[in-house]
């Protein structure tokens, strides 16, 4: 008996021995005959090919695919299938090996629906990998190729998926090939639309409307009401994340605007320099991005944490140098202060063009910045949503200042009665020098925060110049709630108008709107109260 056991085991092992030894032989085969199909250079042939590689067990299949539709792939002279990969190194399809690909060789031709066809196959040999990015993405191309060649692989992906979000979009694509292949029960229909319907993305609309005319008609009525459930929840996310897409313009705006409120409010100053102070702000991140890509490539991550004093700093410094050397000779002027910060303004830009030349600068994003999430169907970035959360910072931070600070009561003062101030004690001239560093600085830090979503060039600034005078206008000069009230509401308001307006026109009605409003609230939302100011 255990001698029988013994020869029952060596036949098993010879016989799984014989399989190992095969399965080169067998991917050999199938290589070879894909191989000669791909050389036909007919689009049918190219076809069976790629459905002979799908439903191979070959290493390279899914390589090899991706190949094709990026036509990386070739067929050379001896009959040997070859591909580049995205770096462009050459690689034999069977062995894995490093290959030269000659550059006379043209690679394999394919059209629309064979491009199709390879990522439906590409969406069965990745359902299962290893890798949760690739899982994810074969269902999302199952979903929309809705392919029943792929029903088998999906359904055993659905049973061994441990990623419940993974799992969602596999069963949905199970419910998009149900609801639109033929000769289905109307059953299985009804309950493969109530999967679309609940999921509640564009991607559900279109096995939507695809439904066969061999449906009942209960079946076709269930997605019709489906589709109209779609398009009504769709319409509150998008109106949700226009609101979005507002708040973070709002804060942008925010950031520009709170330094030229203060200053503003303070001095009285029309400042028409305030935009360069943002654009100085923006170039001294790219500097000191530089320095660090140079000499510390490893502390990239810190490169805006450093660039946010250093610009506050740098901002500061120039901002009190102008109020000291021209600004403190023109007040009472204001006419002739509004031209000559124009003219520092044009000197500003036309010294960065002369430093760093008349392009555009290249500003990279830290880590914690890069890539985005989804809040039901809004997708959400994470460079934006620090940039909201750095200008509420800055916000509070001078709010705090202006209530808690020594500087604080005296700015207030000099704001409200300058000569009642004046005849206290406070040294006026310091104030107003101090408050436009102060608000100048501020803009430098919306330079920081700008550079990571716009070019930074010589212009950067003149961009939002218009748009800050709108806001500190808008919310009561000098007052910084009214400040935010009116950045937030400005940039939501912009962000719906576009759509039906355009960008041009939509500024164009808010600067009327504006006009309007001024005329029967001159001080704005919030205005300041003061005897100076009420006089």
Same mark, same amino acid.
């Given at each position: ?11 098993? #092992? ?20 894909? +191989? ?31 190949? #094709? ?34 550059? %006379? ?59 419940? %979000? ?67 929840? #769709? ?67 810190? %490169? ?29 002027? $204001? ?5 000559? +910060? ?6 500003? @830009?036309?010294?960065?063009? +002369? ?28 460079? =934006? ?20 600070? $020594?500087?604080?009561? @005296? ?77 937030? %509401? ?40 003061? =005897?100076?100011?009420?006089?």
């Amino acid at each position: 008996m255990a001698i029988r056991s013994l020869l029952h085991c060596l036949a098993v #092992l010879g016989l799984l021995g014989l399989m190992l030894a095969q399965a080169p032989a067998a991917r050999a085969n199938t290589l070879s005959q894909a +191989t000669a199909l791909f050389a036909a250079d007919n689009f049918s042939d190219t076809g069976k090919a790629i459905d002979l590689l799908s439903a191979s067990d070959l290493p390279a299949a899914g390589d090899v695919l991706e190949a #094709l539709g990026d036509r990386r792939l070739f067929v050379t002279q001896d009959k040997a299938l070859v591909y580049r990969n995205k770096a462009g190194a050459g690689f034999d399809a069977l062995t894995g090996k490093p290959a030269d690909i000659p550059a %006379s060789l043209s690679a394999v031709r394919i059209n629309n629906r064979l491009r199709g066809t390879i990522e439906t196959a590409l969406g069965r040999l990745t359902l299962q990998s290893p890798d949760a990015n690739k899982r994810r993405a074969a269902a999302l191309a199952v979903l929309k190729s809705r392919s029943p060649e792929s029903e088998a692989a999906l359904q055993a992906a659905v049973r061994a998926e441990k990623d419940g %979000s993974i799992r969602e979009i596999q069963q949905r694509a199970l419910a998009a090939i149900t609801a639109t292949a033929p000769n289905r029960p109307d059953i299985d229909r009804l309950a493969a639309i109530e999967v679309l319907r609940d999921s509640g993305d564009r991607d559900s609309l279109t096995p939507l409307s695809l439904i066969p005319d061999t449906a009942g008609e209960g079946v076709k009525e269930a997605a019709k009401r489906a589709v109209a459930e779609i398009n009504n929840r #769709l319409a509150l996310w998008a109106g949700a994340q226009n609101a979005w897409y507002g708040v973070s313009l709002g804060s942008v705006l925010l950031l520009a605007a709170i330094g030229l409120a203060i200053t503003f409010g303070v001095m009285g100053v029309i400042n028409m320099a305030h935009g360069e102070m943002v654009m100085i702000g923006a170039y001294v991140t790219f500097i000191i991005q530089e320095v660090i890509r140079t000499k510390a490539p490893g502390l990239f991550d810190y %490169s805006l944490l450093m660039a946010i004093p250093a610009a506050f700093v740098v901002a500061g410094i120039i901002g009190i140098a102008i109020e000291r050397l021209v600004i403190r000779h023109l007040y009472g002027r $204001p006419l002739e202060t509004l031209l000559a +910060t124009w003219g520092i303004s044009l000197i500003l @830009q036309q010294a960065v063009r +002369t430093i760093f030349g008349p392009t555009n600068r290249e500003v990279g994003a830290p880590g914690f910045m890069s890539g985005s999430f989804n809040l039901g169907l809004m997708e959400i970035t994470y460079g =934006r949503l620090w940039i909201v959360g750095f200008a509420l910072l800055v916000f509070f931070a001078v709010l705090a200042l202006l209530r808690f600070t $020594p500087m604080g009561l @005296q700015m207030r003062a000099v704001t409200q009665n300058r000569r009642m101030a004046a005849s206290m004690g406070i040294r006026t001239g310091k104030v107003d020098a101090l408050t436009f560093g102060l608000g100048s600085g501020i803009a430098g830090l919306a330079g920081v925060a700008l550079s990571q979503i716009d070019n930074v060039s010589p212009n950067l600034g003149q961009s939002y110049i218009i748009d800050s005078f709108m806001v500190v206008v808008f919310g009561g000069v000098g007052n910084l709630w009214g400040t935010l009230v009116a950045a937030l %509401s400005l940039g939501v308001a912009n962000k719906f108008l576009e759509p039906f307006a355009g960008a041009v026109l939509g500024k164009i009605a808010l600067l009327v709107f504006i006009i309007l409003f001024i005329q029967k609230r001159p001080r704005g939302l919030f205005a300041l109260k003061g =005897r100076a100011i009420e006089s």
